[in-house]
């Protein structure tokens, strides 16, 4: 086998773990986002603690998608 094929495989799983390991912190982030809500946090300072916009904070808050 190639080099080269042996990179890209090499590089496809890498990619996969990233991907993988986005979504847990997205999940981990959105968790957090909503209990901060529910303890009367502003979406300006989830916002900025989060280094978000408000829109993304909206955004991440409103995302349903199944994990």
Do not use: F, H, N, W
Request: hydrophobic share 35%; glycine share 6%.
């Amino acid at each position: 086998m190639s080099d080269a094929i042996k990179g890209i495989r090499r590089a496809a799983k890498q990619r996969a773990r990233a991907d993988e390991s986005k979504r847990k912190a997205t999940e981990e982030l959105r968790d957090y986002c909503r209990a901060a809500q529910a303890e009367g946090v502003s979406i300006s300072r989830i916002a900025q603690e989060a280094g978000l916009s408000r829109q993304g904070v909206y955004d991440l808050l409103a995302d349903q998608r199944p994990s």
